[in-house]
């Protein structure tokens, strides 16, 4: 006897490189523009000695975002002004995931988006993306004070959407976002480009009611 597949209820999305264009494509077009080695922002971002741990607080919310510019711009020597902007201005909404994720809402399925953020103030990277019109619920980590791959913004992101965690399809371009969020009984798609991302998330949604086949 065959099993019916589940029927989820609702999708939860990373925002950069999911909702957005690539976040990683977004790092390497600033460093390219600013005479560095393409991969020296993440690297930076990499090291202990670097701004890993300024990175994990700026996500958290715990230091400001003059707090973190200060301290990166001289690590990479570059102009401090409007930094965060720069870093960011080759993000664009994915439009392929943002209107599968238009039809799901209007087949009544919940959807979030779940983002480790860099603060919204002074500067608001998600301003251009109105997420409180794409979205039933927007999870930013600097307002929480919580960041992936912790469970508790996971569990906290399906208890804002009133459902249980099994209930919840997540997806995420980063691999090693997506255990917790399985263990905690959530289906995962690992983003690595838009069209299949959609695939798999109509694949995952067929079953559901009033889903689009």
């Known amino acids: ?30 460093c390219v523009r600013e005479g560095l080695a ?34 990166l711009a001289p690590l990479l020597g570059v102009d401090p002004d409007n930094l965060l902007e720069r870093i960011l201005a080759d993000l664009d909404l994915e439009h392929v995931v943002a209107e599968a994720i238009r039809q799901l809402r209007r087949n009544r399925i919940r959807v979030a988006v779940l983002s480790n953020s860099w603060g919204a103030g002074p500067y608001d990277p998600y ?42 399809v997540f997806v995420d371009d980063v691999a090693h976002y997506l255990q917790p969020a399985s263990a905690l009984g959530m289906a995962t798609i690992h983003a690595v480009d838009p069209e299949t991302t959609v695939k798999q998330i109509h694949r995952l949604f067929d079953n559901c009611p009033n889903a689009t086949p």
């Open 38 to 71: 393409p991969d020296a922002l993440e690297r930076v971002f990499s090291l202990e000695g670097g701004a890993q741990g300024m990175l994990t607080d700026l996500e958290r919310g715990a230091v400001t975002q003059h707090q973190f510019i200060d301290h």
């Open 1 to 30: 006897m065959t099993t019916a597949a589940p029927r989820y209820r609702a999708l939860i999305a990373d925002f950069g490189g999911v909702v957005s264009t690539s976040f990683h494509g977004a790092l390497r077009g600033f």
């Open 127 to 168: 301003q251009p993306y109105d997420l409180a019109s794409r979205f039933d619920v927007a999870v930013l980590s600097h307002e929480v004070g919580l960041r992936k791959p912790e469970p508790a913004i996971f569990e906290l992101t399906a208890d804002r959407l009133g459902l249980d965690p099994h209930q919840c």
